[in-house]
Nanobody, 122 residues
Framework: VQLQASGGGLVQAGGSLRLSCVAS????????MGWFRQAPGKEREFVAA????????YYADSVKGRFTISKDGAANTVFLQMNNLKPEDTAVYYC????????????????WGQGTQVTVSS
């Protein structure tokens, strides 16, 4: 399974970006797609996840109300719409796939994308 993330970039505080992640193979209804991020000098942290079948979504408290995770099942793609970005959102963002149910920790995910850089200037 390969995950290809894209959509990162440089944006001013208050701006928006939309990340995309395409999976190379079909994502089944029992799978979960998630987004994590890692800022310089910090551990990778959970951002958001979506249950592929029912579409239930989950968010870290730090992004609730600003970020939205969604999916296009036909395109095998998961998105992360990021609004009202803050400098503390600056990080490399990774998409990941979990095949054993919902998880908000790294070791719950079996497959990872290469990461896309998001930089928010103040």
């Amino acid at each position: 399974v390969q995950l290809q993330a894209s959509g990162g970039g440089l944006v001013q505080a208050g701006g928006s970006l939309r990340l995309s992640c395409v999976a190379s193979v079909r994502t089944f209804s029992s799978h979960v797609m998630g987004w994590f991020r890692q800022a310089p000098g910090k551990e990778r942290e959970f951002v958001a996840a979506i249950r592929w079948g029912v579409g239930n979504t989950y968010y870290a408290d730090s992004v609730k109300g600003r970020f939205t995770i969604s999916k296009d099942g036909a395109a095998n793609t998961v998105f992360l719409q990021m609004n009202n970005l803050k400098p503390e959102d600056t990080a490399v963002y990774y998409c990941a796939k979990a095949t054993r149910g919902l998880s908000t920790v790294e070791n719950g995910y079996s497959y990872w994308g290469q990461g896309t850089q998001v930089t928010v200037s103040s």
